[in-house]
């Protein structure tokens, strides 16, 4: 019961988090992005990382710990789908995250002095805007998945 409790508990703090992060991302890839911003775009990338990982540990926490046993999820449609939807995410987010390790080295290198180009932000951003929409999908699966939907 404990230790169900401490990973939902610990499961919905990161999401919150995690979708903070998203959000700060999305705002700052605004065309002149450049300096500190930069440098602030690269650490909320690392900290999506970072997240991303701990959901993942957590989630399966979840899985293995929860009151409801592995095989509520495993023979569940909806928990597939909702997985689907995290690699989606995932996936989504490469580009991006190499596009901002670059600029981060650009900005580094060229000392102050460098600005993203347009073009590369709106890249981006098309990215991030998929994303978005992709973590959206997340919680419906979730909502469906705890209640029985599809096992
Ligand atoms: C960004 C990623 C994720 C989001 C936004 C998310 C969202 C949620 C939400 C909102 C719930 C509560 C559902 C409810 O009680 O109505 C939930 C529950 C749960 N999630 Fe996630 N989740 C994510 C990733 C994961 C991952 C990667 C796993 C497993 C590897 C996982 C496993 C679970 C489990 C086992 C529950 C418990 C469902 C129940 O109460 O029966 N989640 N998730």
């Given at each position: 019961?404990?230790i169900?409790?401490?990973?939902?508990?610990l499961?919905?703090?990161?999401?919150?988090?995690l979708?903070?992060?998203?959000?700060g991302?999305?705002?700052?890839?605004?065309?002149?992005?450049?300096?500190?911003?930069?440098?602030?775009?690269?650490?909320l990338d690392?900290?999506?990382?970072?997240?991303?990982?701990?959901?993942?540990l957590?989630?399966?926490?979840?899985?293995?710990?929860?009151?409801?046993g592995w095989?509520?999820?495993?023979?569940?449609?909806?928990?597939?789908?909702?997985?689907?939807?995290?690699?989606a995410?995932?996936?989504?987010?490469?580009?991006?995250t190499?596009?901002?390790?670059?600029?981060s080295?650009?900005?580094?290198?060229?000392k102050?002095?460098?600005?993203?180009?347009?073009h590369?932000?709106?890249?981006?951003?098309?990215f991030?805007?998929?994303?978005?929409?992709v973590?959206a999908l997340?919680?419906i699966?979730?909502?469906m998945?705890?209640?029985?939907?599809?096992y």
């Amino acid at each position: 019961m404990a230790i169900d409790l401490i990973l939902a508990i610990l499961h919905h703090l990161l999401i919150f988090m995690l979708a903070g992060v998203l959000a700060g991302e999305f705002v700052l890839l605004r065309p002149g992005l450049a300096g500190r911003e930069v440098k602030l775009l690269a650490h909320l990338d690392s900290a999506y990382g970072a997240l991303a990982g701990a959901i993942i540990l957590v989630g399966i926490g979840r899985v293995w710990f929860g009151l409801k046993g592995w095989e509520f999820y495993v023979y569940s449609w909806s928990f597939w789908a909702k997985m689907a939807a995290f690699i989606a995410l995932g996936l989504l987010s490469v580009s991006p995250t190499m596009r901002i390790a670059r600029w981060s080295r650009e900005a580094r290198s060229a000392k102050g002095t460098y600005i993203v180009p347009d073009h590369a932000i709106a890249a981006a951003r098309t990215f991030v805007r998929l994303e978005v929409l992709v973590f959206a999908l997340i919680p419906i699966f979730a909502a469906m998945m705890a209640r029985g939907v599809g096992y």
